[in-house]
């Protein structure tokens, strides 16, 4: 299809209505998704350095109740 205008062709022959809403929809969705998983990947990630940091700070008390009860053991005896 030729158009002779920018007129006709914003028009698309009486469906330009439909034709540019459905770009407009289209468009808007895929942004929102774009914009959500981009959303969801940052939460994702900050989660896992919280649990990673949490881990690590349960390692290291872990470790200090281990060497005080080996301490303690080695104190009594």
């Known amino acids: 299809m030729q158009f002779d205008s920018i007129n006709e062709f914003l028009a698309m022959g009486g469906y330009g209505f439909y034709v540019w809403l459905s770009y407009g929809v289209s468009i808007v969705a895929l942004a929102l998704l774009v914009f959500s998983s981009l959303s969801e990947h940052k939460k994702i990630k900050q989660k896992i350095?919280?649990?990673?940091?949490?881990?690590i700070k349960l390692r290291q008390a872990a470790e200090l109740q281990k060497a005080q009860t080996s301490a303690d053991i080695s104190h009594n005896i």
């Open 49 to 55: 350095s919280q649990r990673q940091k949490r881990e």
